[in-house]
């Protein structure tokens, strides 16, 4: 999950349900001599579901995201 700030992940246990969503933010901006040429912002969300062989004990599970990379 490159570029997506870890407070914009959520992880849901449903089960053996595991669904994760993230809000992805980008801006670019194009400056010459003080003034912004051109600007462009990206807002949009991205969602994945699946599901496991056994039910998931939600008190022992764990969640790590360091480098772009979200372990579960």
């Keep these: 999950m490159p570029g997506v700030a870890k407070d914009?992940?959520?992880v849901d246990v449903d089960g053996n349900l595991v669904s994760i969503a993230a809000e992805?933010?980008?801006e670019k901006k194009d400056e010459k001599d003080g003034k912004?040429?051109?600007s462009e912002r990206y807002v949009?969300?991205?969602t994945r579901a699946f599901t496991l062989p056994m039910d998931v004990d939600v008190n022992h599970a764990e969640a790590k995201y360091a480098d772009?990379?979200?372990l579960l």
Excluded: E, F, P, S
């Design 44 to 46: 949009g969300t991205m």
């Design 8 to 10: 914009d992940i959520r």
């Design 36 to 38: 912004v040429l051109r």
């Design 24 to 26: 992805v933010r980008r």
């Design 68 to 70: 772009g990379v979200l």
